[in-house]
Structure formats: C-alpha cells, structure tokens
C-alpha cells in the first residue's frame, strides 16, 4: 500500500512527496486507516518506526475535511500529550512538515517557558494542541484553553508519562475532556501502569504492535564491557581517547549522574572531544542550545538522562553507550535504535556491572542474540579477571602441569593415626591432653579423677574428725 492509495488529501500527498516518503511504514499501515474511520487506537512502537506520522497525518486528513469553525475561540480540536519538551517540539515540527499546505495551525506549549508566551499561542487559536501535562494545566487554570470541541486525544510515549509521574496530571486532564472522543495510546513498552490506563480511556482499541527491528538488520554492532560501577566513567574516557567516537549519545540514570560524566569528559581534555549534558534541570533555553550545537557536531558527547533523551533524533549519530543496563528490554531496543539509521552502520555500547547480569540477559533473550563481551580491558571487575587470569594461565601451561593432585591427608586428622599417636609407647603430654577420649588417655583420665575423688573424701573426713 502506498500513501496516494489512502486517499488522503491532495495538499498532504503533497508534502509527503516533498519529504521524499514513498513507501508507508508498517505502524503507519495498519494505523492511520483505523485513526481515518476514528477507531481507537493502542500503537506498541519504539522510536525510529514512523509512529508520530501514524498519527500525524490522519489527525491533519479529518481537521482539513472538517474546516475551521469560525467564532470558537481557542478551542482545540485535537490534543497530543507528551512527557518531554524535546519530544512535543518534534512532534509539533512533524504536523507543521505534513500540514504544511493545510490552513490548519499547530501550538507547541511546555514548561521551562514564562506562561505569557504560551498564552500568545493559544490567542492564535491552533486547531492542534501538542502539550506537556503540567504546562497544559497551568494555561487551563488560567482560563486560555477550550476543549469543548475537541474530537481526538492522542498519549505519546504513555510509558514515559507513567514513569515521570504524570499520572495524575493526565488524569485531570481526562476529566476536563468530552467524553465523546476519540483516543489514540502510543508506547514503546507496555508495563502493567500502561495496560491500567489504557483500559480506562480506550474504548474496543485497534492494537498495532510493531516489533522492533532486529539489530543485527539494522547495522548496529552491540558489544558489552563487564565493569564496576566507580570505573565506569574511567572505561569511557579511555574509548573516547582512542579517537574513533565522533558523534555519542550516552545515556545515563539521573541528572546529577548525567552533570558528572559530563564533567570528568571535559576535565580529561581529549582532542576534539567536547561534551554537554542535558537533563529536566536544565532550562528549555539551553536545553534546546545544546541539542542544535550537537546536531551542527560543535560538541561530539551527549550526556542525557533517559526522560530527556525522548524525542531526539540525530543524523549520523555514530555510538550510542549505555552506562547502565535499562531494566526493560524494549527500551535497550529504542536507545540502540538511534545509531544505525538510514541503513548506516552505528554501534552500541553498553557498561554491565556484575549486579546489572540478570537485566542484560533479560535483552539478549528479547532480542535474540547474545552480546558479544570485550573481555580485554583495563576495568574488569576482580572477580572476573581473577577468572580471566586462570583461564590464561591454563593456556599457556602445559596440560600435564595444570591438572589437580589429589589432596595429601594429615596424619593427625586420620582416625588411625589418632589411635596411635595416644598409644603408650608415643603418647607425651600434649597429646594426651588434647585427646582425652582416644584409648591410652582414658586411663589417665580415670586416674586422674579417682584422685581427686579420694582427696575429697579424706578433706571432708578430716573436716568431721575435727
């Protein structure tokens, strides 16, 4: 199936061919001739398999065939959430790209702005909302949004959401909605807290899941280093030092973690190495400053957060490194899938601490395909180059010299050799006392205690004599 075989409309056919997209993906499909009859959706889809035009493009078919309602005001028709500002300007940038010759008008609002200039956006009466939830509630508690006429809802990256706490927002956003809607549920992964919230708003959902691609399809050669966690940012700078790392995406657990890296990188003062970091502390501003001077290769590191990684997307985008092993395998697979775009070759890395084992096999089993290991490094955890070291050293020895002796028995702890080291002829004083229970030492013993039996009895005799 093609995109002209959709019958979608002339002006967005149009900029599809533009943006040079002949062929639909497989999302896109099965997707947007549901969305186009409005069914509801649950889409399960990582990054990189075209899902904002799944629904993107069938949002903008049925907003141009409906027309602008003249006389409402600030009333949207049709509301995307996301969990990032990165993430809604993208998809903003993707209803300007497809609705490009439509007279529809999109609004981008998130947090990190003054609220006076997302109020502006909304005076311009955008027919299609992309917000993040807490930005989306301050403006509606300031009375500058309507969705009385809102027709479609779409949750983008619904995982991502739950993750960063939003359930509550969303869930005051629900409220605030008609009824009589049609709701579109995007994720990459499917947790229990997503199949919660889908079974609240979805009503008898269409469900596409597209698996995500293969990595050995994709071009993307995976390797794994076993290393403890103090060193892993030690192993990094001693990579990036080799100089064959142009452009990397590395991916770390929190902010401060990400302000670190980001640090020690700058600190190692590597030739035409520079690296910033990006997190929810920073402000959209800057956020927005380093993402254009990664994308221009003015910095070749990107530090981030997993929150704040949603939503970017970069050309030639060498190595992507894993700091640590995501405890879901599906989002192993979507910050893998950044590199190797476009069928260009990109490779992953991935940093596994001995604790971290169980969380990398559960990935290898999800994919299929086990992580080759880079055994030879100067960071292997004790353990496992004590085990290295004892592999190598049975190499290089002959094999008659590394097979194991039988263990010699000690002579005291034999039970024969008890007996006769208590014999009379080679018992001496110390054998006698520490075993007192073997043959020769029992007589002793008895003597002993019938001595000091006949001494009590002569002391207590003496005592009545007295």
Do not use: W
Not at 31 to 41: C, F, G, V, Y
Not at 99 to 108: A, E, F, I, R, S
Not at 300 to 307: E, F, G, H, Y
Not at 337 to 363: N, V
């Amino acid at each position: 199936m093609t995109f002209k075989e959709m019958n979608l409309h002339p002006m967005i056919i149009r900029a599809i061919e533009e943006r040079e997209y002949m062929q639909p993906t497989p999302i896109q499909v099965q997707a947007i001739p549901s969305i186009l009859k409005s069914r509801d959706l649950l889409g399960i889809a990582s990054t990189g398999t075209g899902k904002t035009a799944a629904f993107a493009i069938p949002i903008l078919q049925k907003a141009g065939l409906h027309g602008k309602n003249e006389g409402n005001l600030n009333k949207v028709k049709a509301l995307i959430l996301a969990p990032t500002r990165e993430l809604a300007i993208q998809i903003g940038q993707s209803f300007d790209a497809y609705g490009k010759y439509m007279d529809l008008t999109t609004g981008v609002v998130f947090g990190g702005v003054t609220p006076k200039q997302h109020i502006k956006v909304m005076r311009r009466e955008p027919d299609i909302l992309v917000a993040t939830p807490g930005r989306l509630l301050d403006l509606d508690e300031r009375g500058v949004v309507d969705f009385s006429e809102l027709e479609v809802l779409v949750l983008d990256e619904a995982d991502r959401m739950l993750d960063l706490g939003m359930a509550k927002d969303v869930e005051r956003i629900l409220s605030k909605l008609p009824k009589e809607r049609q709701n579109l549920l995007f994720s990459a992964t499917m947790p229990d807290s997503v199949q919660k919230l889908t079974n609240k708003i979805l009503n008898n959902p269409v469900r596409v899941h597209v698996k995500s691609k293969p990595t050995k399809q994709a071009k993307i050669h995976q390797k794994v280093y076993y290393v403890d966690p103090p060193d892993k940012t030690f192993l990094l700078i001693d990579l990036l030092k080799e100089g064959k790392m142009k452009s990397v995406l590395v991916f770390v657990k929190t902010k401060k973690q990400a302000d670190k890296v980001c640090k020690a990188i700058n600190v190692a003062n590597i030739p035409n190495i520079r690296s910033r970091a990006i997190h929810g502390d920073k402000s959209q501003m800057e956020r927005q400053k380093v993402m254009d001077m990664f994308k221009a290769k003015e910095i070749q590191v990107l530090v981030a957060s997993d929150v704040a990684a949603r939503g970017i997307d970069i050309d030639n985008l060498t190595h992507v490194v894993n700091m640590n092993i995501p405890n879901v395998p599906e989002t192993y697979i979507h910050r893998i899938g950044r590199t190797g775009r476009a069928g260009k070759g990109g490779t992953a890395i991935s940093f596994c601490s001995l604790d971290e084992k169980d969380e990398l096999e559960a990935i290898e089993r999800h994919q299929k395909y086990q992580i080759p290991v880079v055994k030879d490094h100067d960071y292997l955890p004790i353990k496992l180059a004590l085990i290295r070291n004892r592999e190598l050293y049975r190499q290089e020895l002959p094999s008659s010299s590394v097979t194991k002796k039988k263990p010699t028995r000690s002579r005291v702890s034999n039970g024969r050799n008890q007996g006769r080291t208590s014999n009379g002829r080679n018992k001496g004083p110390s054998t006698s006392a520490s075993h007192s229970k073997s043959g020769g030492q029992g007589k002793v013993s008895n003597q002993g205690k019938n001595k000091s039996k006949n001494n009590s009895r002569n002391k207590s005799g003496n005592r009545k004599s007295k």
